[in-house]
């Protein structure tokens, strides 16, 4: 959910990009995996199956690739979150990616889930072009959720209450695209900039997933304006919105939209 600082500069909310860790088992059951017609789409672009996965947290797309076939290293700058990945079978080096050390290394797609917005965007445009083979692929994705209004009108009421003087735009959630629209357009602007690529392709992908309500107040907490809070706070924000989905019978079916940024390495002439 953006704020003022992250529609602006999220990679400089460091604190808020590395407290996902704190309930690293929870976000690995709660968060949802990635389209497979994407995952298929970037394997099937890039030259050859090795990936680099940025900011890849505990695995979720690092697995998928993994089942595609493809051979998959994780960079992953919080140690509690890689040791997940790690112990599900993802081999992960911890690090920033603008800080990380190829050594040499070369890989033909790298790949950020949720995650490239963590990256700085000049820094992290120029070293993917650095560490992809000739046609390599660059694909930045990110889900986008809608939330049925009586949940989001619940959470956004009880949130500006507890935390007011929070910089959160909890009016995001009421038209979800349009607010992370900046963030997409940047990210293609920097991959512009940044020497190698071709112009960035915008791929979308619109799906559906049912959640009970035990379900989704599990998820909740994972949110990064969440992970912070207090308990009582936390606590509170999930009796709220539990209730909000007790009135539509238990549980609602949530609408995704999956957006990836992608580009080509381009080829030496």
């Given at each position: 959910?953006?704020?003022?600082?992250?529609?602006?500069?999220?990679?400089?909310?460091r604190q808020m990009a590395e407290s996902f860790g704190v309930d690293a088992e929870r976000y690995d059951r709660t968060r949802p995996a990635y389209p497979d017609?994407?995952?298929?789409?970037?394997?099937?672009?890039?030259?050859?199956?090795?990936?680099?996965?940025?900011?890849?947290?505990?695995?979720?797309?690092?697995?998928?690739?993994?089942?595609?076939?493809?051979?998959?290293?994780?960079?992953?700058?919080?140690?509690?979150?890689?040791?997940?990945?790690?112990?599900?079978?993802?081999?992960?080096?911890?690090?920033?990616?603008?800080?990380?050390?190829?050594?040499?290394?070369?890989?033909?797609?790298?790949?950020?889930?949720?995650?490239?917005?963590?990256?700085?965007?000049?820094?992290?445009?120029?070293?993917?072009?650095?560490?992809?083979?000739?046609?390599?692929?660059?694909?930045?994705?990110?889900?986008?959720?809608?939330?049925?209004?009586?949940?989001?009108?619940?959470?956004?009421?009880?949130?500006?209450?507890?935390?007011?003087?929070?910089?959160?735009?909890?009016?995001?959630?009421?038209?979800?695209?349009?607010?992370?629209?900046?963030?997409?357009?940047?990210?293609?602007?920097?991959?512009?900039?940044?020497?190698?690529?071709?112009?960035?392709?915008?791929?979308?992908?619109?799906?559906?997933?049912?959640?009970?309500?035990?379900?989704?107040?599990?998820?909740?907490?994972?949110?990064?304006?969440?992970?912070?809070?207090?308990?009582?706070?936390?606590?509170?924000?999930?009796?709220?919105?539990?209730?909000?989905?007790?009135?539509?019978?238990?549980?609602?079916?949530m609408s995704y939209t999956t957006v990836a940024i992608v580009a080509c390495r381009v080829r030496p002439a």
């Open positions: 959910m953006p704020t003022s600082t992250s529609r602006q500069e999220p990679h400089r909310a017609a994407l995952v298929r789409r970037i394997v099937a672009a890039a030259p050859g199956p090795d990936v680099l996965d940025v900011g890849c947290g505990t695995g979720t797309a690092a697995r998928q690739f993994q089942q595609a076939g493809c051979r998959v290293l994780g960079v992953e700058p919080d140690a509690r979150m890689a040791d997940v990945a790690r112990r599900t079978g993802v081999d992960v080096e911890v690090a920033t990616f603008e800080a990380w050390d190829p050594a040499g290394r070369t890989f033909d797609a790298v790949v950020a889930g949720t995650a490239w917005h963590w990256v700085d965007p000049v820094v992290g445009a120029a070293k993917a072009a650095q560490v992809l083979r000739p046609g390599g692929l660059l694909a930045a994705f990110w889900h986008v959720f809608r939330l049925p209004p009586e949940v989001a009108d619940a959470f956004a009421a009880v949130y500006r209450r507890l935390v007011p003087d929070s910089p959160v735009d909890v009016e995001a959630q009421k038209a979800p695209l349009d607010r992370y629209e900046p963030m997409f357009a940047k990210a293609a602007d920097q991959i512009r900039q940044a020497d190698g690529f071709g112009d960035p392709e915008r791929w979308r992908y619109e799906w559906e997933k049912p959640y009970t309500r035990d379900e989704w107040l599990d998820q909740l907490p994972t949110s990064g304006i969440l992970t912070r809070l207090p308990q009582d706070q936390l606590t509170e924000i999930l009796d709220t919105v539990g209730a909000a989905i007790d009135t539509l019978g238990g549980g609602f079916t």
